[in-house]
């Protein structure tokens, strides 16, 4: 999508090539959307009732105690597109909201609609652009009486947006890191996510976030320990630590400090909190001594998320990576030598300009090799600003996709000889939520909302949350695939025979494997 050249959107111009409509090009080895999108083969509809803007309900109302002077001032409503470093902004942005007297409720109830936007890739803005334009209906309708639009897309095409929809009452740009403690929860009660820093120090040629986002700027040690605490005195089952690159923590501050530094402290700081969950580690970062930390802690998930982009070496000069394939290669060799049955997750560019045959050939051979544990893919965007939108031989459409699902189909294949590693093993796994006769669950090498599900069988009606749909982007968490269990036809022996929480840690034993998810029961009704 050309941002550049004034294009007067609407919405019958959507299947009319005005805008062009993405195919696949964010799903991740799970089937779900890769860190906050959904599937892009539909385009995505806001849903106002189950909480993409906020799951409104009596508890958070009995947290106010000057209801009535809330109700005097305008009720907002917010919708988080994007990744989950978008959803703590928009918790921020609640947050402080609320400290002043603004009552959050959900967005067909709201006087005041905010849309938080992304604008990383093609799919990106056009979600962010469906979404304003919902928006904008419900505001002509009378049910919204006015509309911000924040964020990367709003903080990127600011002037543009403005000709472009003068029904919106305000643009806003990117939020800054915030360094107090006001946040108004977006997430299920039992996990939450932590940025510790903002933009990104790397420069790759293929991506908009230095120009989005500014300067590198980290969370100073004090306000991320506070941050902390407060999640710890909440009760949470699971915290995790996200940033654009939360490798380059620290780089910024004064002090020896770096990301295994701020660890060590945070693990001082945690009574309740099982889980620490670290996302997004740039592989030419990632120390001997991070990867024993992450062995020797018993909280910290055993799961690393390396986005490698390519192994070819060309290739990823051509994308400014300052690794190459020798490097990656021992990296991976190093982190499953010091820590024994690790999760990697990684993601893969399909489609890079001046991609060659053969050095596509090499990737799939190095994903073959490696097997991946998680593996997420993107689509090639050329996007305006950055160096490779410039670059020569940029890649056919349809031979992208053909290569994107070249990838995702041999990555179907290692995730199912994957999963098969745990038959008949036991897992700890956190439980999500339940959805008709089963829990959905997570083991640690299984991140929120993008990775896959373990399903335990229930006999009984036992209430749980209704944390699907919740998140940045509104994704359900419940991995509904082909051969999910409802069609293998389980034992009756495969239940659990107590009533379960969001936030309880379960022994299962894997009873059965699926494409990209497993299959347990209870073993002994262990839980806590």
């Not at 009452?169 to 946040?183: I, P």
């Not at 306000?223 to 630590?241: P, Q, T, W, Y």
């Not at 690794?323 to 993601?347: G, M, Q, Y």
Request: hydrophobic residues 35%.
């Amino acid at each position: 999508m050309q941002m550049k050249k004034k294009v007067t959107v609407q919405r019958s111009e959507v299947n009319q090539g005005v805008i062009p409509a993405p195919v696949f090009t964010g799903v991740n080895s799970s089937g779900k959307g890769q860190r906050g999108y959904d599937r892009m083969d539909a385009r995505p509809r806001l849903n106002y009732s189950r909480g993409c803007f906020h799951r409104h309900d009596k508890s958070k109302e009995r947290k106010f105690p000057e209801a009535k002077l809330l109700q005097k001032k305008s009720n907002i409503g917010i919708l988080s597109l994007g990744c989950p470093r978008n959803l703590v902004d928009s918790e921020n942005i609640l947050g402080r909201l609320n400290a002043k007297g603004y009552f959050i409720t959900d967005i067909d109830k709201a006087d005041i609609a905010i849309v938080n936007t992304c604008g990383f890739i093609e799919d990106a803005k056009r979600e962010s652009i469906d979404a304003i334009l919902d928006l904008i209906e419900l505001k002509k309708e009378g049910k919204i009486k006015k509309l911000i639009v924040c964020g990367c897309l709003s903080q990127r095409y600011k002037e543009v947006l403005k000709d472009e929809f003068p029904g919106v009452d305000a643009f806003l740009g990117r939020a800054s890191l915030n360094h107090s403690s006001d946040r108004f929860s977006l997430t299920p009660r039992h996990y939450a996510y932590l940025k510790i820093c903002e933009g990104c120090i790397n420069n790759c040629s293929f991506c908009a976030i230095p120009k989005i986002k500014g300067k590198f700027t980290s969370l100073d040690v004090s306000s991320v320990l506070k941050r902390v605490e407060a999640f710890d005195r909440e009760g949470i089952s699971e915290l995790n630590i996200i940033g654009q690159d939360i490798t380059g923590y620290g780089i910024d501050l004064a002090g020896n400090v770096d990301l295994t530094v701020l660890l060590k402290k945070i693990l001082k700081k945690i009574k309740n909190i099982s889980w620490l969950r670290l996302l997004y580690l740039y592989p030419g970062r990632v120390s001997d001594d991070l990867l024993k930390l992450i062995r020797d802690s018993k909280e910290i998930c055993k799961y690393i998320d390396l986005p490698i982009q390519h192994i070819n070496s060309r290739l990823l000069k051509l994308m400014n990576r300052d690794t190459k394939k020798e490097d990656i290669i021992r990296l991976i060799e190093r982190a499953r030598k010091i820590i024994p049955n690790v999760a990697l997750r990684t993601s893969i560019i399909a489609g890079f300009p001046s991609e060659r045959d053969e050095e596509f050939k090499e990737l799939l051979k190095f994903i073959e090799e490696v097997k991946f544990e998680r593996l997420g893919a993107f689509i090639y965007s050329r996007e305006e600003g950055t160096a490779a939108y410039n670059f020569k031989n940029q890649i056919p459409w349809k031979q992208k996709v053909s290569r994107f699902n070249q990838i995702m189909s041999l990555q179907q294949k290692i995730s199912e000889e994957v999963n098969k590693r745990f038959l008949k093993k036991e897992l700890l796994v956190l439980v999500d939520e339940k959805k008709d006769d089963y829990y959905l669950c997570r083991s640690f090498f299984d991140a929120p909302e993008v990775d896959g599900t373990v399903y335990v069988k229930s006999t009984h009606s036992a209430h749980l949350p209704a944390i699907g749909g919740v998140g940045c982007s509104g994704l359900i968490l419940s991995g509904a695939l082909k051969g999910q269990p409802s069609d293998r036809g389980l034992a009756p022996s495969n239940v659990s025979r107590k009533p379960l929480n969001a936030g309880d840690f379960l022994k299962v034993k894997i009873t059965d494997t699926l494409e990209y998810d497993l299959v347990g029961e209870v073993q002994e009704d262990e839980y806590r």
